[in-house]
């Protein structure tokens, strides 16, 4: 194993892909991590022996997994266009979304998550408690109101008005109907915080999809969002940025001690307060606070407000 | 060294014509006295270690741990499985790898002539569970194996060419033999150069141990408890200065 030379970085030797290496060097792989974790924390003159390889590789991908969640900051991007179903489903590796936006007439417009419910299940139903039942006893589904009316446009937005602001006649004093049924924005008891005119969504995680307001048919949508780093199952791809290098061993040293029989406790403080430690600094280290920076941010504290 | 230790055991067991080996038990104790002494030395070496953990072993010259592993790793092969179906190989021995195995140290596996990863031995209770399970089943650069009777199974199983496998072992140690030519009306001359003629594969320090070995099996032979007490007490001895 040595270090790739410049050409086989650059050009991966003429093998496609050839931006394969590109950015490669800032993440150690998860096999490096496993038999480094092997070679120099486990063994006969070390705290972990005796311990089976398998049980390191859980900690080192179960530590790349939390890493992932927050502290990497390693956000993906997907674009899609939903359709009339207003469905969007959930890349194969999602675990949480980042942020939603409509990309439409060249702008992104970030897109608010509707607080309500935007999907339901319904069963076909004569009176309170009957039923229709297939062969096996179960309720026979049917598509809720609320689904067939989202998709139409009837469902109405607690956020917004469903009139055009231009069809407002400026010259009727009718506040009534201004305040109440167009979209000016000004209605009162308004929620501010979610009131825009860009679609709604909400996501159903059991269901694997995010739904939209009937506005975001047949338009693109972009979701940032948070994996997990276990690339599908491909341990040849899993990698882990080396500021968290220190860490991932540290993780893997402390979730064995911890879980292992007869380690004294004063062993295991240590192991978990290193572990802590090495998170802080490689986050303070990923954040990337530079003293030029934050001079740039200072140069704002005398401006005017208005 | 085989026939010097033959002549000792000899000297030793003829004074007070206590009796006489020939060469067949002879060489019947002598494969025993070497199995024995070899059993040890992975005794011998985890002892070693729990030393050095205790910081009662030193390094350099007092290096002893070094000094057994040099011997253990005279004995170390390695070999490509023969493959006996799919993902499942022969595990080494006489008819395969030409030498059977003591201890199955590291399994090696390869794809296309590239080595990928070493395979890492799972029990059968476990197994199940590591294929089923997302974050640790074995994949190709963390293979593993399990073990049923003369075989190994590798997971997974895209391990399944001829040369996709290579192990590292301990072997036995060959057994010694004491060849001879036969005099008229004399004694069994040594003759080392007839194509049976093994020697002791031990190193030359063990020499003394081989001795001691020996003679408590000839004397239990020859039904001298003298013999088997000399040959207890002198191992004894031997175990004390190694420690």
């Given at each position: 194993?040595?270090?790739?030379?410049q050409r086989k970085y650059y050009t991966n030797d003429g093998v496609s892909p050839t931006n394969a290496n590109w950015g490669s060097y800032q993440y150690v792989s998860l096999e490096d991590v496993v038999r480094n974790f092997e070679l120099m924390y486990a063994g006969n003159h070390e705290l972990i022996n005796n311990q089976n390889r398998y049980q390191i590789l859980f900690h080192a991908k179960r530590g790349i997994q939390e890493l992932n969640y927050d502290a990497f900051k390693e956000i993906k991007a997907l674009e899609l266009t939903v359709y009339d179903d207003l469905r969007f489903i959930l890349p194969s590796d999602y675990v949480n979304w980042v942020k939603l936006y409509l990309l439409k007439d060249n702008v992104l417009r970030e897109l608010t998550e509707n607080i309500q419910v935007q999907s339901a299940v319904s069963y076909i139903q004569s009176t309170t408690d009957t039923f229709a039942y297939d062969t096996d006893g179960t309720a026979t589904e049917v598509e809720s109101l609320l689904d067939s009316e989202r998709k139409d446009g009837s469902l109405k937005s607690i956020y917004l008005n469903d009139d055009i602001?231009?069809?407002?006649d400026p010259n009727v004093l009718y506040i009534d109907n201004d305040l109440y049924n167009y979209k000016i924005g000004a209605r009162y008891g308004l929620n501010t915080e979610t009131a825009n005119i860009n679609p709604t969504f909400t996501i159903d995680k059991k269901a694997g999809v995010i739904n939209f307001d009937s506005t975001m048919a047949n338009q693109q949508c972009v979701l940032q969002y948070i994996s997990d780093g276990m690339e599908n199952g491909d341990?040849?791809?899993?990698?882990?940025?080396?500021l968290f290098e220190e860490y991932i061993y540290a993780y893997i040293r402390y979730a064995i001690l911890n879980s292992k029989f007869g380690v004294q406790e004063y062993i295991v403080n240590r192991a978990r307060k290193d572990k802590q430690a090495l998170l802080r600094n490689a986050k303070i280290r990923l954040s990337n606070i530079h003293p030029s920076r934050l001079l740039m941010n200072l140069r704002g504290e005398n401006k005017w407000l208005k | 060294m085989i026939n010097s230790v033959r002549n000792t055991v000899l000297a030793i067991i003829n004074k007070n014509n206590?009796?006489?080996?020939?060469?067949?038990?002879?060489?019947l104790f002598a494969k025993q006295a070497q199995l024995d002494i070899f059993d040890e030395y992975f005794i011998r070496y985890n002892q070693q270690i729990n030393e050095e953990n205790a910081r009662i072993s030193g390094t350099g010259y007092a290096d002893i741990k070094k000094g057994y592993e040099e011997v253990i790793d005279t004995f170390s092969i390695t070999s490509f499985l023969t493959q006996k179906t799919g993902n499942v190989y022969y595990l080494p021995s006489q008819s395969t790898t030409g030498s059977d195995y003591y201890l199955l140290n590291k399994v090696l596996c390869f794809s296309d002539g590239n080595l990928k990863g070493e395979a890492e031995k799972v029990s059968h209770s476990k197994i199940t569970m590591l294929n089923s399970s997302l974050l640790t089943s074995p994949?190709?650069?963390?293979?593993?194996?399990t073990q049923e009777a003369d075989e190994i199974t590798i997971f997974p199983n895209t391990f399944n060419g001829i040369n996709d496998v290579q192990a590292q072992y301990i072997r036995y140690p060959l057994d010694p033999k004491w060849t001879y030519v036969t005099l008229y009306?004399?004694?069994?001359?040594?003759d080392q150069t007839q194509n049976d003629y093994q020697d002791f594969e031990l190193p030359i320090d063990d020499a003394n141990n081989l001795v001691a070995k020996i003679l408590q099996y000839a004397g239990i032979s020859i039904r001298e408890a003298d013999v088997f007490q000399f040959g207890q007490i002198e191992e004894q001895d031997q175990n004390r200065n190694n420690i």
């Open positions: 194993m040595t270090y790739i030379n602001d231009g069809a407002t341990d040849s791809k899993i990698s882990v940025n080396k | 206590y009796g006489y080996i020939s060469p067949g038990d002879f060489n994949s190709t650069i963390f293979p593993a194996y009306g004399g004694e069994p001359l040594f």
